[in-house]
Structures are given as structure tokens and as C-alpha cells.
């Protein structure tokens, strides 16, 4: 009986020890995202598809956050990998003017995540506005 | 009972409250018109404006969404004048204003522009002389100057006939801007510029957005402008020394030829820049001392715009927030981007002010290793805390720009607010100051402050000057314009002149000196000082710039020629000598050239000597070897290539003074007279491959397949072939494999990937490799960067010991020049280590106790 304790109890302690590496293995999986998901959209574009995927009102997001935002289409800078790249097709985009690998366009704001998923595609954001030199005096 | 409608009640007051909460969009959209009414308030002050006696009407002119809107204006009691497309003059009851001004189809208003009976002339002409040159009747004749801004009054009667493209880069393509404030810049900059230059030929491009801008920069360039005059900026955009795509495309249009002309901008009091600095460790910067929070004023109705970025470009894993606290440090708004490697290093925050009050800026640390150094401007509002150097903007730092800032026309002292140098790289900025605070007819008598005024009165210069001297490259207009200047400030260029104020007479006065160029041509024999007693007999083309017009002159030394100061010249020996030969020129100061034509910058007197060797009489004895060779052109010395191209060549030389000929398969080598003549000609190309060019040893190549050299030393003579491309009907591609595909890393450790580029229907262009969603903090490198399939490049993955150990996903995107894109994945795994959590050796402990015991009953029941 002891001797069948004793032996339990070793049998117990290394059981323990193997199950608490495997649950350790496990968690060390997941306790981190990794980088599964790399945003290529601007914060402010991705709150905007945020607020618009709520039904919320958008074109007023759009208009406090200086975003353009016009019948479903927002004006944005696809930055392509390289100038050789194109934009890619099946997306809806309405090309306004391009740069070197810069595209000022409208597009679809149900779009703009995919598009942004594409290999083409380095990053998306709001395209940047002049500061007059002039001053008030 | 009571309770419920207690609640009810509290629940619909605060609905009702909610619904009033006041929204920064619709407060944005009426912040134009709330200036413009403030400016248009008729009072004593603005004459333009004035309430008829008769009615106690106003007469405006109104820009309409629409012409379709005229009915909507009508139903305000509006009469109507005049119309000119959507553009209205019209009477407008006193009343009727706030509710007009405040409509959704008016895009802006103004007073009905008046003929002017004398034009209204910048104060700035004559403050830097400008006034000196137009009574020598310099006036900026034929020179085209572009003008890059948000608006144009094209009508405007003070530029009107400069006028000779207008073209909006903008989306909805209006020339005018939208606004009045855009409207009326850009055309308060053409103004200054022609007031200046009153003959310049005008070319006015608006825009809105960085990639217009860009757009309208290229087209600018492509059509041929000299001179481009710029009174906006960007911030954020990259960092600010030189390198953001903004100031590329700038130092581009330099290259080609262009003067680009731009404003300091106006922020020395708007600007704090610094290193994050965090002493007491509770997340939050520290502007001064321990001060954590950086004030400033601002009015009622104005647009708060705070802008912070950090030197951490591209794309950045330092996470700083902004936020923007009112008076009682109530939190009023934010700008919150996340930092994690893949975004820029930027944040941003639009605020409209609801009232006149003081708004505090803090900065706090949310993620990310090490500080980096900040730069924060707040436009139009002036910090407590403020840096004034490196408040350029962008592209005032650009290399390629001549970068103006802010002098008091009537004091040519700095401006305050002018922004100044060094760029982030260390640069001296501005280049030059130039005269603000002048007349306009757009923003009224001694109204136009900013850099934004100053840099046309140097863009009109330079109009100036090249009207001219129509061969002045940007380089030496600006090395002018410097040099011309009143140095102001500290000794020689500085951080807040530049090289000093504009001076467009001393500036003329430069480029109507003359320098001599003075010509020799020694035996190399004779080394300066120690100067031969007579020349050689030699002819020089010299082509040079006198008077502001290009010559070609035959010359023999020794010979002097005066030349405008500042200007190109080039010399090139066009005797055929049959006792010399040249060896090089001495280019005074640059040094040894060892070419058949010098180029010279005239900016002093100069002594230009041609040196040549004595040719040595024939000598049958004396040889020289010549080893002639065939390569394919990719391989270019000092790449060798491993097989000759199988072509013939003939050689026709003398030996022993007898003329002999040999043709063969390279490599192979002759030995011939020295001081003989030698001549080759290709009989043979070898199918695959053309004919290219011949590498004439020292002498350059040339494209004939016949070749004459003269044989004065031992030579390697090189005939260049060009591999034929087969054409093919099939598509041309590559394909992508990778070795292995998963790795397992410790956060740290550098992994190494091989991709393997294969090449499909005779794919042979080069492919250059990215890889893109890194783990943080880890970087990526490919060796080599460019390959031609079938090769491979390995990818070196640089980790971090603080890259969290996780799975991830790296994607390389590989592109050719021909536009063909494949990418492949490579993944990456943590390598394992054991780790043991003390939560799950005690559950399983008891885990197994419990099942222990329960086996142990069951034996004692059996």
C-alpha cells in the first residue's frame, strides 16, 4: 500500500511536470497575435470603414476628420510597392492623378480593406493638405 | 409612477442635449464664411464694402455650387446685377446676410472687384532694387515662370496679361481654389512676382492635395518653365532633412534645369522640437523643465491644427500620442495612430475653437523602445514652449530648393515668425530672405506678411536676371542671387538670412561683370609657372556666354576671352596635330582632365591649359602591343567575362615599318611601331549578338566598327557586342520558390531565407525584392537586391531580442521592371523553449492525486 503511494506519487509529480509543459507550449502560442493582420489603411480610414460597417453616419466622420467623402467613395494615396506597380483591378477605383508610385483615387469605402490586402498595395492614406505660407498679422 | 416619468424626462433632456452637441464638421464647413463675414463687416475700414445710402443693401459678387443655384440665392431677396456663369453680382439686403452667408451652395463671397485706376505695386520692388533694373529696361522679358498655389483670380487686371496657361491640377478642376483665402494667395504671390518681373510670361498651376502638387511640379518642368515661385508647405510628410518624396521631386525639377523657389514658412514660434524626454516616468514629454503641457491662444471660430511627427521614418514602432487639453485640462481632442512598425510616425489633430481661450498641447509615450525626436508646429498660433530652429517646413528643406524667409520690407529685419534652419541633416536654410508686409490689390495696402510674400519678390529676381542671361543653369542663379545679397545677422550664410537679403541690383550688377578665361596649350614638358617661350599652333573651339548670348569662337592660345560672370564655357582642341597629341587640360584649381572637352564655371578669372606630348619619331625598333578583345556589353571592365564573343576583327598596323593585316577571333594581340597608325574594323558578328560600340582606350568609345588609334603607348583595345533578345511569342515570366519556407527563431537571432527567381519564356529583366508585415522590430535585407533569373537571393531577417516570439507571416513581393509582381511567403515560427507555470503543475498535481486515490479505492474493493 505505501509502496504503491510512494510510486502514485513520483508517477503523480512527473505527470504534472509533462502536462504543465504542454499547457506552457500552448500558451506561449497565444498569448501573442504575431503579425497575422499588418494594417496598411491610416487609423483614420479604418475608423471611418469602422463607423460605416455600423450604419453610423460617415460623410459627417468624414467631414469632422477632413476626410473626402463622396456618394460611397472616399478620396485617398495608394502608395503601390513600386512605380512599376499598377492598381490593381475589380476594386472600384477611380484614378484622379498618379505620382511616381503614389495614385490620388476615389474609392469604394466597402473596398478599401481589400484593397488594401493586396500585394500591390504598400500602404492607404488621406492625402496630405498645404499649409499657406501666408501670415496674419 | 413619478419615478418613471423622473426618467423619462432626464432621458429625453439629454437626447435633446445630445442632438445639440456641437459637431466639428459643421463647425469646419462654416469657419471660411465666418472669416470672410468678419473681413466683409462694413465698416470704416473696409472701403470696399460699404451699405447703400438708398437701401441699406451690400453689393457682393458670389461663386455658386451651381448655376442651377441662382433660384435658391433669388428666394434671400437677393437683385441680382450681372452674372457671368456661376459666378453673381448681386444687392443683398442688410438682413439678409447671416442667413446667405451661411448657405450650403455659396462656395465663397467677395466684394465686386473695381478697376484700378494705377496698379498697386509691392513695397518689395523697390526695397530690393528691382525698381534699378526696369530703368535699365530689364523687366523679365520671354523668361516663363510657373506659379504653384491653391487659387487664382485670373481676371485679376494686375496679372491678366501675363497670363499665358492657367491649369488647375485640382479634382474638380477650379482655378479659383474653392475659397476665397486659396483665391486670393496665389494670386497675391503672381502679383508680387510680376511686379517684380513685369514681362515674365505666367504660368499659374492650383491644387489641394500633395499628389496634385506633384502633378503640377512635373507638368511645370515638362513644359519647359525656368523659374517655379512656391509660398506653401507640408508637414508631415517625411522627415525634415531632404529625403521625403516631396523634396525628390523637387531636387528633380533642379536637375532638369528649374529654379524652384520656396518659402521658409512662418512657424519659428509655432515649432518645438526636441527629444522625447520623459525624467519623472510618467509617460508624458517635457517641453521645459518639468513642464508637461505646451499653451497657446487661440479665437473663437479659428481651426486649431497640431501637427507631430518624429524621426522614425517610414514607418515607425515608437508609439507617441497627441492630445489637446482645453483650459481646465478637460481632454477636448486626440490623435491616437498606432505606432507598430508598419505605420508612419505621425499624428495629427483638427480642431475648430468654439471660443477665445488657452489650449494646452501634451505628448505622451505609449509603446515602443527608445525616444526619438520630435517635431511639433501648431499653425497659426504661437506656443509657450517654442523651438525656432528647424521650423522649415517641407520642401523649404529640400536640397534642390532656394528656400526664402521673412524680412520687414521698410527695415530688412527678420521676421519673427520666419522659420529657420538647420535642416534635420544639418543644412544651412534659408538660402535668402526676401521682403513681406507689402500692397496687393488681393490682400489690400501694406497687408501681404509671410514668407509666403517674400519668395516672389526672389522668384522675380531670378525672372530677372535670366531675361538676362537666358544660360544661367539654377545652380548659378542661386550662387548670384547669394552672393549678390546684403548679409544680415551673422557673418557670412546663416540660420534665420540665409546669405542675406535680396538685392536684385547688386545681383544684375554680378552677372554684368565680366571674368577672363585666358587659353594656353603647353608641351607637358613645360609645367605652370614654368611657362614655354612660345605656344603651341593649335586650333580651340571656345563656346561661351557674353553679353547674355552664346558664341563660338576659333581660338589660339594664348588668348583671352571675356566672359559674363557666372556662365558655362566649354573648350575643345579641333586641330588635327600630326607631331602632338593631347593629353589633358589643366582646368585652374579642379585639377587634371584627362578629356577632349573642358567645361568651365565662370565665376573667376580663369587659366585654362591644354597639355600635350611630344609625338616621337619613328622608331622601328620601339613597339607597343595592342590586345584587342570581343565582350558581350553586361560585362563592362573591370568585369571580365569568362568567353570572348566569337566576332573577327581586322587590324591593318605596321611593324618594321612594313603594313601588315590580320584578322581573327579575339583574345589576341599584335605588336606594333610605336608613333604608327593603327586601324580596326569588325568583318564578323557571331549570330545573338549586335554591334555596339568600341572602348577606344582613355579616349571614350565610339559607336563606328571602324577604329583608329594611335599607337603611342600599349593599348587595350575593346569591341563591344549587345546580346540579342529572341523574340518569342510566348509571355515572359518568372516564378518564385523559397527555401525552407518555415524557420524557428529565438528573438534575436538572425534567419536567412533562399528565394530562388526562375525564369519562364526567357524572362531575363532584373527583379528587385521587398518584404513587407516583419515581425516589430526586426529588419530585412536582400542579397543581392537585384538579380536576372536563374539565380537566387537570400533574404537576411534580422530579429530584435525584444521581437515578441509569435508566428509570423512575411510576405516578399518581387517586381520586375517590366511590371510583373509575384510574391511568396516565408513564415516564421518561436523556437520552443519549455517553460513551466507553477498554476499548472499544481492542478495537474492534483489531478493526478485525485485519480490516484480513486484507482487505490477500487484495488482495496477488489
Same mark, same amino acid.
Given at each position: 500500500?505505501? &509502496?504503491?503511494?510512494?510510486?502514485g506519487?513520483l508517477?503523480?509529480i512527473?505527470?504534472?511536470?509533462?502536462?504543465?509543459? @504542454?499547457i506552457?507550449?500552448?500558451?506561449?502560442?497565444?498569448?501573442?497575435?504575431?503579425?497575422? &493582420?499588418?494594417?496598411?489603411?491610416e487609423?483614420?480610414l479604418?475608423k471611418l470603414?469602422?463607423?460605416?460597417?455600423?450604419?453610423?453616419?460617415?460623410?459627417?466622420?468624414?467631414?469632422?476628420n477632413g476626410?473626402?467623402? &463622396?456618394?460611397?467613395?472616399?478620396r485617398?494615396?495608394?502608395e503601390? @510597392?513600386n512605380e512599376?506597380?499598377? @492598381?490593381?483591378?475589380?476594386?472600384?477605383v477611380? @484614378?484622379?492623378k498618379?505620382?511616381?508610385?503614389?495614385?490620388?483615387a476615389?474609392?469604394?469605402?466597402?473596398?478599401?480593406?481589400?484593397?488594401s490586402?493586396?500585394?500591390?498595395?504598400?500602404?492607404i492614406?488621406i492625402? &496630405?493638405?498645404?499649409?499657406?505660407?501666408?501670415?496674419?498679422? | 409612477?413619478?419615478?418613471?416619468?423622473?426618467?423619462?424626462a432626464?432621458i429625453?433632456t439629454?437626447?435633446i442635449?445630445?442632438?445639440?452637441?456641437?459637431?466639428?464638421?459643421?463647425n469646419e464647413?462654416?469657419v471660411?464664411?465666418q472669416?470672410?463675414?468678419?473681413?466683409?463687416v462694413?465698416?470704416?475700414?473696409n #472701403?470696399?464694402?460699404t451699405?447703400?445710402? %438708398?437701401?441699406?443693401?451690400i453689393?457682393?459678387?458670389f461663386?455658386?455650387?451651381?448655376?442651377?443655384?441662382l433660384?435658391?440665392?433669388?428666394?434671400?431677396?437677393?437683385?441680382?446685377?450681372?452674372?457671368?456663369?456661376?459666378?453673381i453680382q448681386?444687392?443683398?439686403?442688410?438682413n439678409?446676410l447671416?442667413?446667405?452667408?451661411?448657405?450650403?451652395?455659396?462656395?465663397?463671397?467677395?466684394p465686386?472687384?473695381?478697376?484700378?485706376?494705377?496698379?498697386?505695386q509691392?513695397?518689395g520692388?523697390n526695397?530690393?532694387?528691382?525698381?534699378?533694373l526696369h530703368l535699365?529696361?530689364?523687366?523679365?522679358?520671354?523668361?516663363?515662370?510657373?506659379i !504653384?498655389d491653391?487659387?487664382f483670380?485670373?481676371?485679376?487686371p494686375? !496679372?491678366?496679361s501675363?497670363?499665358?496657361?492657367?491649369?488647375?491640377f485640382?479634382?474638380? %478642376?477650379d482655378?479659383?481654389?474653392?475659397?476665397?483665402?486659396?483665391?486670393r494667395?496665389?494670386?497675391?504671390?503672381?502679383e508680387?512676382l510680376?511686379?517684380?518681373?513685369?514681362?515674365?510670361?505666367l504660368?499659374?498651376?492650383?491644387?489641394?492635395?500633395?499628389?496634385e502638387?506633384l502633378?503640377a511640379?512635373?507638368?511645370a518642368?515638362?513644359?519647359?518653365? *525656368?523659374v517655379?515661385?512656391c509660398s506653401?508647405?507640408?508637414v508631415?510628410?517625411?522627415?525634415?532633412?531632404?529625403t521625403?518624396?516631396i523634396?525628390e521631386a523637387?531636387d528633380?525639377?533642379?536637375?532638369k534645369g528649374?529654379l524652384f523657389?520656396?518659402?521658409a514658412?512662418?512657424?519659428a514660434l509655432?515649432?518645438? $522640437?526636441g527629444n522625447? +524626454?520623459d525624467?519623472?516616468g510618467?509617460?508624458f514629454?517635457?517641453?521645459?523643465?518639468?513642464?508637461?503641457t505646451?499653451?497657446?491662444?487661440?479665437?473663437?471660430? $479659428?481651426?486649431?491644427?497640431?501637427?507631430?511627427?518624429?524621426?522614425?521614418?517610414?514607418? $515607425?514602432? !515608437?508609439?507617441?500620442?497627441?492630445y489637446?487639453?482645453?483650459?481646465s485640462?478637460?481632454?477636448?481632442?486626440?490623435?491616437?495612430?498606432?505606432?507598430?512598425g508598419?505605420?508612419?510616425?505621425?499624428?495629427?489633430?483638427?480642431f475648430?475653437?468654439?471660443?477665445?481661450?488657452?489650449?494646452?498641447?501634451?505628448?505622451e #509615450?505609449?509603446?515602443?523602445?527608445?525616444?526619438?525626436?520630435?517635431?511639433?508646429f501648431?499653425?497659426?498660433?504661437?506656443?509657450?514652449h517654442?523651438?525656432?530652429s528647424?521650423?522649415?517646413?517641407?520642401?523649404?528643406?529640400?536640397?534642390?530648393s532656394?528656400?526664402?524667409?521673412?524680412?520687414?520690407?521698410?527695415? *530688412?529685419?527678420i521676421?519673427?515668425?520666419s522659420?529657420?534652419?538647420?535642416t534635420?541633416?544639418?543644412r544651412?536654410?534659408?538660402?535668402?530672405?526676401?521682403?513681406?508686409g507689402v500692397s496687393?490689390?488681393s490682400y489690400?495696402?501694406?497687408n /501681404?506678411?509671410?514668407?509666403s510674400?517674400?519668395?516672389p519678390?526672389?522668384a522675380?529676381?531670378a525672372?530677372l536676371?535670366?531675361?538676362?542671361n537666358?544660360?544661367?543653369a539654377?545652380?548659378q542663379?542661386?550662387?548670384?542671387?547669394?552672393?549678390?545679397a546684403?548679409?544680415k545677422?551673422a557673418?557670412g #550664410?546663416d540660420?534665420?538670412?540665409g546669405?542675406?537679403?535680396?538685392?536684385?541690383?547688386?545681383a544684375y550688377?554680378?552677372i554684368?561683370e565680366?571674368?577672363?578665361?585666358?587659353i594656353?596649350?603647353h608641351?607637358?614638358g613645360?609645367?605652370?609657372?614654368?611657362?614655354?617661350?612660345?605656344?603651341?599652333?593649335?586650333?580651340i =573651339?571656345?563656346?561661351?556666354?557674353?553679353d547674355g548670348l552664346?558664341?563660338?569662337e576659333i581660338?589660339k592660345?594664348?588668348?583671352?576671352?571675356?566672359?559674363?560672370?557666372?556662365?558655362?564655357?566649354s573648350l575643345?582642341i579641333?586641330?588635327?596635330?600630326?607631331?602632338?597629341?593631347?593629353?589633358?587640360?589643366?582646368?585652374y584649381?579642379?585639377?587634371?582632365?584627362?578629356?577632349?572637352?573642358?567645361?568651365?564655371?565662370?565665376?573667376?578669372? #580663369?587659366?585654362?591649359?591644354?597639355?600635350?606630348?611630344?609625338l616621337?619619331a619613328?622608331?622601328a625598333?620601339?613597339?607597343?602591343?595592342?590586345?584587342?578583345?570581343a565582350h558581350?556589353?553586361?560585362?563592362?571592365?573591370?568585369?571580365?567575362?569568362p568567353?570572348?564573343v566569337?566576332?573577327k576583327i581586322?587590324?591593318?598596323?605596321?611593324?618594321?615599318?612594313?603594313? *601588315?593585316?590580320?584578322e581573327?577571333e579575339?583574345i589576341?594581340?599584335?605588336?606594333?611601331?610605336y608613333?604608327s597608325?593603327?586601324?580596326?574594323t569588325?568583318?564578323?558578328?557571331?549570330?545573338?549578338f549586335s554591334w555596339?560600340e568600341?572602348?577606344?582606350?582613355?579616349?571614350?568609345?565610339?559607336s563606328s566598327?571602324?577604329?583608329?588609334?594611335?599607337?603611342? %603607348?600599349?593599348?587595350?583595345l575593346?569591341?563591344?557586342?549587345?546580346?540579342?533578345?529572341?523574340?518569342?511569342? =510566348?509571355?515572359?515570366?518568372? $516564378?518564385?520558390? !523559397?527555401?525552407?519556407?518555415t524557420?524557428f527563431?529565438?528573438?534575436?537571432?538572425?534567419?536567412?531565407?533562399?528565394?530562388?527567381?526562375?525564369s519562364?519564356?526567357?524572362?531575363?529583366?532584373?527583379?528587385t525584392?521587398?518584404? /513587407?508585415?516583419l515581425?516589430?522590430?526586426?529588419?530585412?535585407?536582400f542579397?543581392?537586391q537585384?538579380i536576372?533569373?536563374?539565380?537566387?537571393?537570400?533574404? =537576411?531577417?534580422?530579429?530584435s531580442?525584444?521581437?515578441p516570439?509569435?508566428l509570423?507571416?512575411?510576405?516578399?513581393?518581387?517586381?520586375?521592371?517590366?511590371?510583373?509582381?509575384?510574391?511568396i511567403?516565408?513564415?516564421?515560427?518561436?523556437?520552443?523553449?519549455?517553460?513551466? +507555470?507553477?498554476?499548472?503543475?499544481?492542478?495537474?498535481?492534483?489531478?493526478?492525486?485525485?485519480?490516484?486515490?480513486?484507482s487505490?479505492?477500487?484495488?482495496?474493493?477488489?
Amino acid at each position: 500500500m505505501r &509502496k504503491f503511494f510512494k510510486y502514485g506519487l513520483l508517477i503523480a509529480i512527473l505527470s504534472s511536470l509533462m502536462i504543465s509543459v @504542454i499547457i506552457a507550449q500552448k500558451s506561449f502560442f497565444t498569448s501573442f497575435e504575431g503579425n497575422k &493582420k499588418p494594417e496598411k489603411l491610416e487609423n483614420l480610414l479604418q475608423k471611418l470603414i469602422e463607423v460605416y460597417s455600423k450604419g453610423e453616419n460617415a460623410e459627417s466622420f468624414a467631414e469632422t476628420n477632413g476626410i473626402f467623402y &463622396k456618394e460611397g467613395k472616399v478620396r485617398v494615396v495608394i502608395e503601390l @510597392i513600386n512605380e512599376q506597380a499598377n @492598381i490593381p483591378e475589380g476594386y472600384g477605383v477611380v @484614378i484622379e492623378k498618379r505620382y511616381k508610385n503614389m495614385v490620388q483615387a476615389l474609392v469604394p469605402i466597402e473596398n478599401l480593406e481589400a484593397l488594401s490586402k493586396s500585394p500591390l498595395v504598400k500602404f492607404i492614406r488621406i492625402p &496630405k493638405e498645404p499649409i499657406l505660407m501666408m501670415k496674419l498679422v | 409612477m413619478k419615478f418613471k416619468t423622473l426618467a423619462l424626462a432626464l432621458i429625453l433632456t439629454f437626447t435633446i442635449l445630445a442632438s445639440f452637441k456641437p459637431s466639428l464638421g459643421n463647425n469646419e464647413n462654416k469657419v471660411g464664411n465666418q472669416i470672410d463675414l468678419k473681413s466683409f463687416v462694413p465698416t470704416t475700414k473696409n #472701403k470696399n464694402l460699404t451699405l447703400s445710402e %438708398e437701401d441699406g443693401s451690400i453689393k457682393l459678387v458670389f461663386k455658386l455650387n451651381d448655376e442651377s443655384d441662382l433660384v435658391r440665392l433669388l428666394k434671400n431677396n437677393v437683385t441680382v446685377e450681372a452674372s457671368y456663369k456661376n459666378l453673381i453680382q448681386a444687392k443683398v439686403p442688410a438682413n439678409a446676410l447671416p442667413k446667405i452667408f451661411n448657405s450650403s451652395f455659396i462656395l465663397f463671397f467677395k466684394p465686386p472687384s473695381k478697376a484700378i485706376p494705377f496698379a498697386i505695386q509691392s513695397e518689395g520692388v523697390n526695397s530690393i532694387q528691382a525698381n534699378l533694373l526696369h530703368l535699365q529696361g530689364v523687366f523679365g522679358e520671354n523668361v516663363k515662370v510657373a506659379i !504653384i498655389d491653391l487659387g487664382f483670380d485670373i481676371s485679376n487686371p494686375e !496679372i491678366q496679361s501675363n497670363i499665358v496657361e492657367y491649369k488647375s491640377f485640382r479634382a474638380d %478642376e477650379d482655378i479659383t481654389g474653392g475659397s476665397l483665402e486659396n483665391l486670393r494667395h496665389g494670386t497675391a504671390c503672381a502679383e508680387i512676382l510680376i511686379d517684380v518681373a513685369p514681362k515674365a510670361k505666367l504660368y499659374l498651376f492650383n491644387f489641394e492635395t500633395d499628389i496634385e502638387f506633384l502633378a503640377a511640379l512635373d507638368y511645370a518642368v515638362n513644359i519647359g518653365v *525656368k523659374v517655379i515661385s512656391c509660398s506653401i508647405g507640408f508637414v508631415n510628410v517625411g522627415p525634415y532633412d531632404g529625403t521625403s518624396y516631396i523634396d525628390e521631386a523637387v531636387d528633380e525639377a533642379r536637375a532638369k534645369g528649374v529654379l524652384f523657389v520656396v518659402a521658409a514658412g512662418n512657424e519659428a514660434l509655432e515649432h518645438w $522640437s526636441g527629444n522625447f +524626454k520623459d525624467e519623472d516616468g510618467d509617460g508624458f514629454h517635457e517641453f521645459y523643465l518639468k513642464d508637461e503641457t505646451n499653451e497657446f491662444l487661440a479665437y473663437k471660430g $479659428s481651426i486649431i491644427r497640431v501637427f507631430l511627427s518624429w524621426n522614425d521614418w517610414p514607418y $515607425s514602432n !515608437i508609439d507617441y500620442d497627441l492630445y489637446l487639453l482645453d483650459e481646465s485640462s478637460n481632454l477636448i481632442a486626440y490623435s491616437n495612430n498606432p505606432q507598430t512598425g508598419f505605420q508612419p510616425p505621425i499624428e495629427e489633430i483638427l480642431f475648430v475653437s468654439p471660443k477665445t481661450s488657452v489650449y494646452r498641447i501634451v505628448i505622451e #509615450k505609449t509603446g515602443g523602445e527608445g525616444n526619438a525626436k520630435l517635431h511639433l508646429f501648431n499653425f497659426d498660433f504661437n506656443l509657450e514652449h517654442y523651438v525656432e530652429s528647424e521650423s522649415l517646413t517641407c520642401p523649404a528643406e529640400a536640397k534642390g530648393s532656394l528656400t526664402v524667409g521673412a524680412v520687414f520690407f521698410a527695415t *530688412k529685419d527678420i521676421e519673427s515668425f520666419s522659420s529657420r534652419g538647420p535642416t534635420d541633416d544639418g543644412r544651412i536654410k534659408p538660402d535668402l530672405t526676401g521682403p513681406d508686409g507689402v500692397s496687393t490689390s488681393s490682400y489690400g495696402l501694406s497687408n /501681404f506678411f509671410g514668407t509666403s510674400a517674400s519668395a516672389p519678390h526672389v522668384a522675380g529676381v531670378a525672372t530677372l536676371l535670366l531675361s538676362v542671361n537666358p544660360n544661367l543653369a539654377p545652380d548659378q542663379i542661386q550662387s548670384i542671387l547669394e552672393k549678390g545679397a546684403i548679409d544680415k545677422g551673422a557673418l557670412g #550664410k546663416d540660420n534665420i538670412y540665409g546669405s542675406g537679403v535680396i538685392d536684385a541690383f547688386k545681383a544684375y550688377n554680378l552677372i554684368k561683370e565680366k571674368r577672363t578665361l585666358e587659353i594656353h596649350a603647353h608641351s607637358i614638358g613645360f609645367q605652370y609657372p614654368n611657362e614655354p617661350s612660345e605656344e603651341l599652333d593649335v586650333e580651340i =573651339m571656345v563656346n561661351y556666354v557674353s553679353d547674355g548670348l552664346t558664341r563660338n569662337e576659333i581660338v589660339k592660345p594664348i588668348s583671352k576671352i571675356l566672359v559674363d560672370y557666372g556662365t558655362e564655357a566649354s573648350l575643345k582642341i579641333i586641330s588635327e596635330l600630326t607631331n602632338y597629341s593631347l593629353v589633358e587640360w589643366d582646368d585652374y584649381g579642379i585639377g587634371r582632365v584627362k578629356t577632349q572637352e573642358l567645361k568651365l564655371f565662370m565665376n573667376e578669372d #580663369k587659366i585654362v591649359i591644354a597639355y600635350f606630348k611630344l609625338l616621337e619619331a619613328f622608331n622601328a625598333s620601339k613597339k607597343a602591343i595592342l590586345t584587342i578583345h570581343a565582350h558581350s556589353n553586361d560585362f563592362q571592365y573591370p568585369n571580365e567575362p569568362p568567353n570572348e564573343v566569337k566576332a573577327k576583327i581586322l587590324i591593318n598596323y605596321f611593324e618594321d615599318g612594313l603594313e *601588315k593585316s590580320v584578322e581573327k577571333e579575339p583574345i589576341f594581340q599584335v605588336s606594333a611601331d610605336y608613333n604608327s597608325i593603327a586601324k580596326l574594323t569588325v568583318t564578323s558578328i557571331p549570330s545573338g549578338f549586335s554591334w555596339l560600340e568600341w572602348d577606344n582606350y582613355r579616349f571614350g568609345r565610339t559607336s563606328s566598327i571602324n577604329l583608329t588609334v594611335f599607337v603611342d %603607348e600599349e593599348k587595350t583595345l575593346i569591341a563591344y557586342f549587345k546580346p540579342e533578345i529572341e523574340e518569342t511569342n =510566348m509571355q515572359k515570366d518568372f $516564378s518564385l520558390s !523559397i527555401s525552407p519556407q518555415t524557420q524557428f527563431f529565438f528573438p534575436g537571432q538572425t534567419i536567412n531565407y533562399t528565394i530562388f527567381v526562375s525564369s519562364i519564356n526567357g524572362f531575363d529583366s532584373e527583379v528587385t525584392f521587398n518584404a /513587407f508585415d516583419l515581425p516589430p522590430n526586426s529588419t530585412a535585407q536582400f542579397y543581392p537586391q537585384l538579380i536576372k533569373p536563374n539565380a537566387s537571393t537570400t533574404l =537576411m531577417l534580422r530579429t530584435s531580442p525584444v521581437t515578441p516570439p509569435a508566428l509570423y507571416t512575411i510576405r516578399i513581393i518581387a517586381s520586375s521592371n517590366d511590371n510583373i509582381v509575384k510574391s511568396i511567403e516565408a513564415h516564421l515560427e518561436p523556437a520552443v523553449i519549455p517553460s513551466f +507555470k507553477p498554476e499548472s503543475i499544481i492542478s495537474s498535481f492534483i489531478i493526478i492525486i485525485i485519480f490516484h486515490i480513486i484507482s487505490l479505492r477500487r484495488r482495496r474493493k477488489l
